[in-house]
């Protein structure tokens, strides 16, 4: 078995354990393979061990990984990365998720220059999660706005909410973000607004995200190692 295939299977029997310990269904959690940074033979291997969704944060080191793999119709790839408003026209070409939508302008620009004939993209909406004002993502004040604007365009999809707490060695820091964000969902629900995703949650933290009600989980280094590529903006 190779390295990746093993990692693989140790995050999948942390998920495993870790709803079973918050008394959830393993299958409601998703596993998304943080392939930044990672060659293109890593993500072969991950696929060849059962992997089909893939995160990656920059394009230029997402494209060549994407145009290699683009006749395979079985993988999905989310763009989990900043958004500057000079990319959004690539990230609607060639992603079916992005996680980090956090202003109008973006919401905008991706609906307006989503391909036509492209189902429509998967959106999940990033909170804050410290108050840094410099920090990615939307306050939580402006997400009811952001979350009716995702809806009503016929080609974005509303999944629902992402947050990266802020950088702690104490993976239980991480819980009081968490919590905050299924809050926000909850708030979202309540105003008419169907969500079904939470994405939380990383290799030091997912334990946490779980046991908060994380469905989607963004793990790279304990699948991969560690990124030996510096990945270049
Ligand atoms: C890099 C990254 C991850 C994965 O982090 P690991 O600690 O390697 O699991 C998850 N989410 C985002 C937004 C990232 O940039």
Same mark, same amino acid.
């Given at each position: 078995m190779s390295d990746i295939a093993a990692g693989l299977e140790a995050v999948r029997d942390r998920v495993r354990m870790a709803a079973e310990a918050a008394g959830r269904d393993p299958d409601g959690i998703a596993l998304l393979a943080v392939s930044k940074g990672q060659p293109l033979e890593a993500v072969r291997a991950a696929i060849a061990a059962g992997q089909s969704d893939f995160g990656e944060n920059y394009l230029q080191d997402a494209g060549p990984k994407l145009d290699a793999l683009d006749a395979d119709e079985t993988l999905s790839w989310h763009y989990i990365g900043l958004i500057q408003s000079n990319k959004t026209r690539r990230i609607a070409a060639r992603f079916d998720w992005v996680h980090t939508v956090d202003r109008s302008r973006i919401v905008e620009r991706l609906a307006a220059q989503r391909?036509?004939? $492209?189902p429509p993209l998967n959106v999940c909406l990033q909170l804050?999660?410290?108050?840094?004002?410099? $920090?990615a993502g939307a306050q939580r004040s402006e997400l009811p706005a952001l979350a009716a604007a995702v809806a009503a365009a016929p080609s974005l999809r509303l999944r629902g909410l992402m947050t990266v707490p802020p950088p702690d060695p104490d993976p239980e820091a991480a819980r009081p973000h968490f919590r905050a964000l299924r809050e926000a969902g909850a708030e979202l629900e309540a105003l008419g607004l169907a969500i079904d995703t939470y994405s939380m949650g990383m290799t030091a933290d997912l334990e946490v995200a779980v046991s908060e009600g994380a469905t989607l989980l963004r793990v790279g280094t304990a699948i991969f190692g560690p990124r030996s590529q510096q990945p270049d903006r």
């Open positions: 391909p036509p004939l $492209a804050r999660s410290d108050d840094d004002p410099r $920090a």
